[in-house]
């Protein structure tokens, strides 16, 4: 019976159909194409969470769990957020750093009376806003630091975001604490 729940809780999801090639580079003016993207995002990482339940709940070294989410589950989430994480309402990094709280929970094995702040720290591991920020960080600095003068100063820092929304290169010169 709990295999039978298991499998149909990692049954593969599928994006949604749109009119271009669905793709998370893929640039769209619907917020409904983007908010589907999110929600695709969301959906894979809760599909790997389930595939890895029981890696997550077994007796690993602490470590080796949180190693193995941070190489599987946690790339499979953020996978070309630069482009997207700008993007994302509040609700839906909400979302985005809830589903990290489960699977560190899961890890820790932690009861619902431990703040996942408390639990973050404890496994040395970064909010999703602080991970992306990095990411962001380091691929600007690496196109501007590379060979090919055509991706130097790729997305260049603006004085007010265009239309009242973020763009990625905001992602590295505001605070996480803004």
Not at 34 to 50: E, G, I, L, W, Y
Not at 66 to 87: D, E, F, M, S
Not at 166 to 175: A, G, N
């Amino acid at each position: 019976m709990r295999a039978a729940l298991i499998r149909s809780a990692s049954t593969s999801v599928r994006p949604p159909a749109v009119g271009c090639v669905c793709s998370l580079s893929c640039a769209s003016s619907s917020s409904t194409n983007r908010s589907s993207r999110h929600d695709f995002k969301r959906m894979t990482s809760r599909d790997a969470r389930a595939k890895l339940r029981p890696i997550f709940t077994s007796r690993l070294p602490i470590k080796t769990k949180v190693a193995i989410y941070k190489c599987y589950v946690r790339t499979r989430q953020t996978y070309a957020a630069p482009a997207w994480y700008a993007l994302c309402s509040g609700l839906q990094r909400q979302r985005l750093q809830a589903q990290q709280n489960i699977v560190l929970r899961l890890i820790a094995g932690a009861g619902w009376y431990v703040k996942n702040d408390v639990i973050a720290t404890d496994l040395g591991v970064e909010t999703v806003e602080e991970f992306v920020r990095k990411l962001t960080r380091c691929a600007f600095n690496r196109a501007d630091a590379g060979p090919h003068p055509s991706l130097h100063n790729l997305a260049p820092h603006l004085d007010r975001p265009t239309k009242g929304y973020q763009l990625p290169r905001d992602l590295v010169t505001e605070s996480p604490y803004d």
